[in-house]
């Protein structure tokens, strides 16, 4: 059974730094790694795709990198803004119905 | 041109009662999905859907059945309604093709009372 990790839980940064966000899964026969982004009382919003046979993927102040053999990506933002406040969550897609697992959520917090 | 869409938003209900949340997707999408999110935030899948197939998350109570009248429809159907229900429900679709990613809804917030 797929189980997907994240961490921190928790992060509370000043504005203007850069920062990393961790997401490690347990079984590496991914299709293909998805990072969200949920505002409070919010639905999700998708950032960026990355597929199995990719590395990474960047849009914009965000860079996502996938290292599959080892089970792990990482979303890095650049230059974080008061406004990149939210929970971030990663989710892998596989096996049986494509469905896709939901890591914990790491909750951001961009001090002005 | 919401691509995808739930309703209600919000819903409150006593405990017993049958309600539905309505689903709709205008993405051209063959699979559609539902995911419980509780109160510590972790989702989890409850149902996908395609053409061809049902797939239930054996941990869901049979109360739960979805409804698709449609490629573009997945309702959600809940009876008996407990306390244990309330949460937010989220709708999604995809590409059955492995190398899609997810479209998700709004979400519905169910407080049982």
Known sequence: KQEVTQIPAALSVPEGENLVLNCSFTDSAIYNLQWFRQDPGKGLTSLLLIQSSQREQTSGRLNASLDKSSGRSTLYIAASQPGDSATYLCAVRRGTGNQFYFGTGTSLTVIP | ?113
Not at chain 2, 52 to 57: A, G, M, P, S, V
Not at chain 2, 65 to 92: M, Q, R, T, W
Request: aromatic share 12%.
């Open chain 2, 1 to 113: 041109d919401t691509a995808v869409s739930q309703t209600p938003k919000y819903l409150v209900t006593q405990m017993g009662n049958d309600k539905s949340i309505k689903c709709e997707q205008n993405l051209g999408h063959d699979t559609m999905y539902w995911y419980k999110q509780d109160s510590k935030k972790f989702l989890k899948i409850m149902f996908s859907y395609n053409n061809k197939e049902l797939i239930i998350n054996e941990t869901v109570p049979n109360r739960f059945s979805p409804k698709s009248p449609d490629k573009a429809h997945l309702n959600l159907h809940i009876n008996s309604l407990e306390l244990g229900d309330s949460a937010v429900y989220f709708c999604a679709s995809s590409q059955e093709a492995a190398n899609y990613g997810y479209t998700f809804g709004s979400g519905t917030r169910l407080t049982v009372v």
